[in-house]
């Protein structure tokens, strides 16, 4: 029997990949949230080139994702008022969220009273019908990873496979129902340097703004078995400094909310190792509270180092450092 045979039937398909709880800005306060991460057969497009989540696939049937869910909300409590509810592509995608299993979900977080919900979808997946069946049984909130604003960067860069006008139509057609629209942005896709990386950043912000409540900044980290992870392991990549997100998120009007996953490691955004702790619980606490002027009392010897090393990539090499 093949190692992955063997791998997929250890899988208990009627638990999700993880559940936590943390707290949210919901409409300008904190909000106690749920959060879990569903296993479905994946993303139908999976072709990004930092995306590795396509490795917890797996054939869970309608039936299974409901009793993920079911197993998830045990964590739950009365003063949850959002649950957001991941898979590793789209919830609005049929072939990966059965309309038998997300209707069901839906009937129980009405039931359950949940002020909101958030999930992510690609933008090809948002139809009328389907922003509907969400919106009938809660307030929701439709998060797309939009990534950048940049068509060249997101097709043949991170290779998402839409446009930026796809965008546009997937938020004016949630936006038509009274939904809301989350976008999240990539900060530092591979190939660009790090002030390329800012730039783009802080100008996707500014043309997302227009067609999404909220901004959310995702801090590119390396995940197995992709692109990006190959080239970091040749030295041809490196994950973006924590200084570059607290200027990003300086630079535009919030709410601008950032979660920086595996800040201080190798693999995730880092500075020097010795203020990564410290601008990591910064960013944290910016997503709940939006105060931007926090950011000012950070310092360490490594921001010299991050200034001198995006003007040598600027100036001198024409190319990312690593």
């Known amino acids: 029997m093949a190692r992955s ?12 990949v993880t559940v936590w709880r943390s707290q949210d800005l919901v409409d300008g306060c904190e909000t106690a949230s749920l959060t879990m991460i569903l296993r479905t057969v994946g993303c139908r497009w999976n072709r990004c080139t930092m995306c590795g989540y396509a490795g917890e696939g797996a054939p869970a049937s309608a039936e299974d994702l409901v009793a993920q869910f079911e197993n998830a909300m045990q964590r739950s409590s009365p003063e949850v008022g959002v649950v957001k509810i991941y898979t590793s592509g789209s919830f609005l995608d ?40 969400c919106l009938s049984h809660l307030q929701t909130e439709f998060a797309v990873g939009l990534e950048t604003s940049n068509d060249l960067i997101r097709e043949h860069v991170i290779r998402k496979g839409f446009s930026f006008q796809d965008f546009v139509d997937a938020s004016e057609a949630v936006h038509r129902q009274g939904g809301r629209v989350k976008a999240y942005l990539l900060l530092k896709p591979p190939l660009l340097s790090e002030g390329e990386a800012m730039r783009d950043a802080v100008a996707s912000a500014r043309a997302a703004r227009e067609h999404a409540e909220i901004l959310s900044l995702n801090l590119c980290n390396v995940q197995r078995n992709t692109v990006v992870e190959r080239m970091w392991e040749r030295g041809q990549f490196r994950p ?39 601008i990591a619980e910064a960013i944290r606490a910016h997503a709940l509270d939006q ?13 010299a180092t991050w200034l001198d090393m995006m003007n040598l990539e600027e100036n001198s090499f024409g190319t990312p450092l690593v």
Not at 5 to 15: A, H
Not at 98 to 109: K, Q, S, T, W
Not at 243 to 256: D, H, Q, R, T, Y
């Open 240 to 278: 973006p400094w924590l200084w570059s997100a607290l200027e990003i998120l300086k630079s535009v009007p919030g709410p601008f909310v950032c979660d920086p996953v595996g800040a201080g490691t190798r693999r995730g955004p880092h500075n020097c190792g010795q203020c990564d702790s410290a």
């Open 5 to 16: 045979e063997r791998s997929e039937r250890k899988l208990d398909l009627t638990k999700p």
């Open 94 to 133: 049929p072939q990966e969220m059965p309309v038998a299993a997300r209707d069901e979900i839906l009937r129980r977080l009405e039931a359950a009273g949940i002020r909101r919900l958030v999930i992510e979808t690609r933008p090809e997946y948002v139809t009328d019908e389907r922003v509907e069946a």
């Open 291 to 303: 105060d931007v002027s926090a950011f000012d009392k950070l310092d360490c010897a490594c921001k």
